[in-house]
């Protein structure tokens, strides 16, 4: 419990051991405002942990809840810069994997395209429409036999029929074979 004399002896404690405390904090943490501080939050601490024990040994409780601070204070920037970008360190920009294609993706899609588009020109018109419309447009096998006014096992042969032939096309003109 903090009592009037307990309150007292902190106090006097802390004003002749002020300084000291802040010259061992601003060697810790590099920066004397922030070990001004520091210094205050451990007072803080020390008159809070005395409310529920007593401290035989005041003097070093007190470096050592400073010290524990200014350690907690340095561990907290150090996980905060890992994560924070630093202006003109592009070198962490640059490693960031992106989700957007790159060159030789685009290439390599343009490529394709064209071969689909080759290949879709060489299919009957209705096996064409068909996958146009399957794929493109997203009608199930069913809507597209109404829209086309054919039978359900001519739109599943005909999709059949084209998607094989695409496949065929790719797979002939592999660039990893």
């Known amino acids: 419990m903090v009592t009037g004399d307990n ?4 106090s006097t404690l802390f004003v002749a051991q002020r300084g000291a405390l802040i010259r061992m904090l ?8 922030l070990a001004e501080d520091l210094a205050q939050e451990a007072y803080l601490r020390v008159a809070k942990a005395m409310n529920s024990r007593p401290i035989e040994h005041l003097q070093p409780f007190l470096y050592q809840t400073a010290q524990y601070l200014a350690f ?8 905060k810069r890992r994560f924070e970008y630093q202006l003109g360190d592009d070198r962490q920009i ?14 390599q899609g343009q490529q394709q ?6 290949v879709l020109a060489t299919l009957p018109k209705r096996q064409q429409q068909i996958l146009v419309l399957h794929k493109l447009h997203g009608l199930s096998q ?18 059949r029929h084209a ?3 695409c496949l ?5 003109h592999d660039p990893d074979d």
């Not at 069913?142 to 999709?159: F, H, M, N, P, Y």
């Open 26 to 33: 601003s060697r810790v943490v590099g920066c004397s405002s």
């Open 7 to 10: 309150q007292q002896r902190l």
């Open 113 to 118: 395209l064209q071969l689909l588009q080759q």
């Open 142 to 159: 069913g809507e597209i036999a109404q829209r086309l006014q054919v039978s359900l096992s001519t739109v599943e042969k005909d999709l």
């Open 168 to 172: 065929k096309a790719t797979d002939r």
């Open 94 to 107: 640059n490693q960031v994997p992106t989700a957007a294609p790159g060159p030789d993706s685009h290439v």
């Open 72 to 79: 907690d204070h340095l561990r907290n920037q150090r996980s």
């Open 163 to 165: 998607l094989n032939a």
